[in-house]
Structure formats: C-alpha cells, structure tokens
C-alpha cells in the first residue's frame, strides 16, 4: 500500500481507463523500507486438499489465460500472477467437493483476484474504482461480454448457478457487490500510502476479499443451503458479522 497515482491522467470515471494488471507502480517519494512485525497465523493452513487438486490448479490457471490473459500488461505480468497459485485456494478450501464444484471454486477465486488486482491496486481514484466496479457489478450473470471481466463473470455464473437454490442465486450477485464495494475502499488508503494497523486493515480487507462470497462458495462446494442460518448468532461468531 505504498503506491502512488501516476501524475498527469485524469479522472474520467471510465472503467476503460484502468490499467493493466502488471503496471509498475510509482514509488511514492522519500520512502525507505522499514521493519514490521508479523504475529502467529489467525488461522490454521489446509490439513487436506483435493485428491485431484494438480489437475484443478492446471485447468484454472488455463481458465485464467483464456478468459483474463486481456488483464494483464504482458505475459510477465501474467506468469508472476500464475506463480501465486490461486487457483490451488479452490482445492485447498473444499476438498470433498466433487471435481466439476472445486473447479468452479477455483476459477471464481482466480477471477476475484485478478479483478482485486486489476481494478483496487491500479484505479487512479476511488471515483474510477467504483464506476469500473458499479459496471461489473450490474453486468454480472448478463449477456455484456463488452470487457473480459464481464465474458469470465459471465461464463462463471454459467456454470455456478445451476447449483445454487434461489436464495443462494441472489447472495452470489450480492456477495460480488460486496466485494467491489471492499476493493473501492482500499483505493484512498492505497494512493495515500497510508499503512493501516492490522486490526484496521484486517477489517477493511475482510469486505473485499471475505466472508460473503466465501461463505457461499464453501456451501456450493459441499452442496448445501445455509442461507436460514445467516442471522444465528453461531454463523455471526463464524464470520458472518463482516458481512455489508
């Protein structure tokens, strides 16, 4: 969170505009590194993955290049994102999800990060940020194949909501909404290179890559409907009380 907005573009609200995933960012001036300390994991790593969790990364990250390769500035950019290997979180999180539900999980977390990235680290404003964002959010399980953030958004909901009740149908567009809406708040802290305290930052990060659409997809890939459950107090203490 150190990057600065390049100087000289304007702010014109179009979500055209934004840059590519892979755009060096510019180093904010006078800045020097520092320490910091780094407490114990909140969370314990997988105790197991998917027994065909090779074969899933493999096909998402294929996914990746034929649906966001657009994203990217050039196929640099596009390596070091794969080396991250997202598409090993769908494997990781439901490894009994039946091999067809783990790999829409996969390519669902591939396409929210890509989008984290191209959109919260590379907006020149708050304003650009949310009207790319307000353009995806509306366009999503629509027709509008006008971007490749659209064409993917479009092709997962393809093949996601036939799996979803009509509860969860309504949950999976909201909980992209409330996602986006996470991405566009980190914009002010980014280009101020302002570093917040990590209960602060957790508490941001957690809309913006969190608990609604983690949720849902969790319960897609074990095949169940905990949408009554979401007001209890036990689902709250899980991590439901982050949600918008």
Sequence with gaps: ??????????????PE????VGTPPQ?????????????????????????NAVEIEVRSNAWVC????SCFTDERALLSYLRQRAGLYGPAVSPLANEQRAGDIADFYQYVTVMDDAIAGAATSERQARAALTRITDGFGTDDDTSPLLRAGADLWRRITPGLSPAQVRRFKESLASSLGGYADEVPHRHAGRVLALDDYLALRVFSFGWPFVALMTEYGAGVDMTDLHPTPDFKRAGGRYAR
């Design 27 to 51: 180093a904010a001036l006078g800045t020097t590194e520092t320490e910091f300390y780094l407490p114990e994991l909140p969370r314990l790593l997988p105790s197991a993955y998917h027994p």
């Design 1 to 14: 969170m150190t990057s600065a907005p390049p100087s000289g573009r304007q702010d014109t609200g179009q």
């Design 17 to 20: 505009a934004l840059p590519l």
């Design 66 to 69: 034929r649906h966001l390769q």
